[in-house]
Every structure is written in structure tokens, then in C-alpha cells.
């Protein structure tokens, strides 16, 4: 499994960036490996954004990214906000005991 983590600082209309990441995610999770993820806006800055995903492998993210149809997601993302995208291994994981 790899974590995909893109963080996002929104320049346009942040109503605009979260339609338009809400067709990528769509995109996303109608791709193969796909296992979910999670969008997260800062608490005290709105136009910041985290994207949380995790794929069942770098593989599947890649072949996601490299589908003809992603292109004009990334387009309208790039459009709306500058983003830091990066690639993540588990290397710890703890939960709180039930």
C-alpha cells in the first residue's frame, strides 16, 4: 500500500476548487486499487487543503494518473490552487486502543 498526500493552496474560488476536486475524487474512485482517502481543509487558513489517499499500490496510482481522462481533472485543479504532491510508505501506525 502507498499514501498519496497533496497538499493544496487554493489562489481562486475555494466553492470552485472543491467541485472540481469532487469530480477528481469521483474519477479516483473509479479507478482500479483506489482504497480510499480523505480531503482536509486548515481549520484557520480555508484556501489550504490536504488530500489524504491511499492506493493498494504506487502501480495502480500511476496507471490512475496516466488514464486520458485525469488530464483535464489536473488542468482544472492547476486552474484553482498550486498543490505539493507526494508519495508515502507506512512506516508506523497506532490506534487508540477500543
Same mark, same amino acid.
Given at each position: 500500500?502507498?499514501?498519496?498526500?497533496?497538499?493544496?493552496?487554493?489562489? %481562486?474560488?475555494? !466553492?470552485?476548487?472543491?467541485? &472540481?476536486f469532487d469530480a477528481t475524487s469521483a474519477f479516483f474512485t473509479a479507478r482500479p486499487g483506489f482504497l480510499g482517502h480523505r480531503?482536509?481543509? +486548515?481549520?484557520?487558513?480555508? %484556501?489550504?487543503?490536504?488530500?489524504?489517499?491511499?492506493?493498494?499500490?504506487? !502501480? +495502480?496510482?500511476?496507471?490512475?494518473? &496516466? +488514464?486520458? !481522462?485525469? %488530464?483535464? +481533472?489536473?488542468? &482544472?485543479?492547476?486552474?484553482?490552487? %498550486?498543490?505539493?504532491?507526494?508519495?508515502?510508505?507506512?512506516?508506523?501506525?497506532?490506534?487508540?486502543?477500543?
Open positions: 500500500m502507498i499514501t498519496f498526500v497533496n497538499r493544496f493552496e487554493v489562489h %481562486g474560488s475555494v !466553492e470552485e476548487f472543491e467541485r &472540481a480531503m482536509l481543509r +486548515h481549520a484557520d487558513q480555508p %484556501g489550504r487543503y490536504v488530500n489524504i489517499a491511499d492506493w493498494e499500490s504506487r !502501480e +495502480h496510482f500511476e496507471q490512475a494518473l &496516466a +488514464h486520458p !481522462e485525469f %488530464g483535464p +481533472h489536473a488542468k &482544472a485543479l492547476r486552474a484553482l490552487a %498550486g498543490s505539493d504532491p507526494n508519495v508515502y510508505t507506512l512506516v508506523l501506525e497506532r490506534t487508540a486502543p477500543q
